[in-house]
Nanobody, 123 residues
Framework: QVQLVESGGGLVQAGGSLSLSCAAS????????MGWFRQAPGKEREFVAG????????SYADSVKGRFTISRGNAKNTVYLQMNSLKPEDTAVYYC????????????????WGQGTQVTVSS
């Protein structure tokens, strides 16, 4: 069982930046692919970014490519999402997920989820 806790959400103006963190209860997440997803009101949970267990592979949704960066922390049990040039359409609850396996882009490939953190971007 892996427990995940997200933090770092908040309110920011368009064009601003936020950094999200996802901390795991396990000592290391090196066996897990990690992903960030988001869900806006009335919409499905969508893939934002993912990183493989080794950190060697990363994947981004087209809507965030070039603006967001996913990374693993030196502590091995933390994953980050750096979000720059934020837009109002980035407003959503952001969730961290862990998958015991390959890096995936669908929510069904992830085994564990955090409780989410709200990101609101004002225009």
């Amino acid at each position: 069982q892996v427990q995940l806790v997200e933090s770092g959400g908040g309110l920011v103006q368009a064009g601003g930046s936020l950094s999200l963190s996802c901390a795991a209860s396990k000592r290391t997440l090196s066996n897990y692919a990690m992903g960030w997803f988001r869900q806006a009101p009335g919409k499905e949970r969508e893939f934002v970014a993912g990183i493989s267990g080794s950190g060697g592979s990363r994947s981004y949704a087209d809507s965030v490519k070039g603006r967001f960066t996913i990374s693993r922390g030196n502590a091995k049990n933390t994953v980050y999402l750096q979000m720059n040039s934020l837009k109002p359409e980035d407003t959503a609850v952001y969730y961290c997920g862990a998958a015991l396996g390959e890096l995936g882009r669908t929510r069904y490939e992830y085994d564990y989820w955090g409780q989410g953190t709200q990101v609101t971007v004002s225009s």
